[in-house]
């Protein structure tokens, strides 16, 4: 199993920026993919961003452009670098990770007054 830890959440105007970080522990040699979804108050969760090993990345329509994710193998981290951040982005953050199974954070909360 893969521990994983969020860091980085917080509370931003509308257009301010925020960097969440995640670290993964445990059998974190058998990784691919690292990535993040979220969940909005009363909205199913959805997938953001996503980084392979090898360093592609993909993300969801809603945050393309003002989102940037990035990965360092070294440190079995991925963080996600938010820019123009918008109170429609205000939700729980989970960092996730596929390797034997897909694992989970416990979450961060960003919140983005408008």
């Known amino acids: 199993q893969v521990q994983l830890v969020e860091s980085g959440g917080g509370l931003v105007q509308a257009g301010g920026t925020l960097r969440l970080s995640c670290v993964a522990s445990?059998?974190?040699?058998?990784?691919?993919?690292m990535g993040w979804y979220r969940q909005a108050p009363g909205k199913e969760r959805e997938w953001v961003a996503a980084?392979?090993?090898?360093?592609?990345?993909m993300y969801a329509d809603s945050v393309k452009g003002r989102f940037t994710i990035s990965r360092d193998n070294a440190k079995n981290a991925v963080s996600l670098q938010m820019d123009n951040l918008k109170p429609e982005d205000t939700a729980v953050y989970y960092c996730y990770s596929d390797g034997y199974q897909r694992d989970w954070g416990k979450g961060s909360l960003v919140t983005v007054s408008s």
């Open positions: 980084s392979t090993r090898g360093g592609d990345t």
């Open positions: 445990g059998r974190s040699f058998s990784i691919n993919n």
